[in-house]
């Protein structure tokens, strides 16, 4: 008697994770996540260095019209200096991490929308998505005109710059970049078109 198995729904396969397309040659599923992930690392590491020299700087002004006069009075002095250090440089460091990742993961959200809207992967829509993350931070912080003006003129700036990186890692691996191949056609067209001429000239 053959037994009879039942197969289960067909697994759809993973998408790769490196792709020559995509931007950093990362599909966007890995790419948002690792962004966010090195945002996390990166806003931990600094805000705990602000945190820690802050609270180190708050513990020595709070205590500056009581100075210990023994040394094991130094020494309970520079033990709760250390613990207030650490204490401060943890509590910051974990608020910079989360802004950090929210921030990086906004942008690289925008980034594969504007990607997606304009249909190009080039530098363009990773200067519109600084300057939108831009314009949302000085929203969110309610900054003035001004201020609101100069922080996004920073974030297109910066992610302009974080494009050209990218296109300059896209070209290195072979993939084709829209603008590159814009300026190449124009030059080696006209180069060609003139070298054309010069045959026909010369028959």
């Not at 959200?109 to 314009?135: K, P, V």
């Amino acid at each position: 008697m053959a037994s009879s198995t039942q197969l289960g729904p067909p697994v759809p396969p993973r998408p790769p994770i490196r792709t020559l397309n995509d931007r950093l040659s990362l599909s966007p599923m890995y790419r948002l996540p690792l962004g966010m992930l090195l945002g996390f690392a990166s806003g931990g590491l600094l805000g705990m260095a602000k945190g820690s020299q802050d609270a180190g700087f708050r513990f020595t002004a709070e205590n500056a019209h009581r100075q210990p006069k023994t040394q094991t009075g130094w020494y309970l002095y520079h033990k709760s200096k250390n613990y207030n250090t650490i204490f401060g440089g943890v509590k910051e460091g974990f608020k910079q991490a989360w802004r950090y990742t929210f921030w990086v993961g906004m942008y690289f959200a925008m980034e594969e929308e504007a990607r997606q809207i304009a249909g190009n992967r080039d530098c363009l829509s990773s200067m519109f998505a600084g300057l939108g993350t831009a314009g949302i931070f000085s929203a969110w912080n309610r900054f003035p005109l001004p201020t609101a003006a100069r922080t996004a003129k920073l974030g297109a700036k910066a992610g302009f710059g974080f494009g050209l990186l990218q296109d300059a890692v896209s070209l290195v691996r072979g993939r084709r970049v829209g603008y590159v191949e814009f300026v190449k056609r124009v030059t080696l067209g006209s180069s060609e078109d003139g070298d054309g001429q010069g045959d026909e000239v010369a028959v």
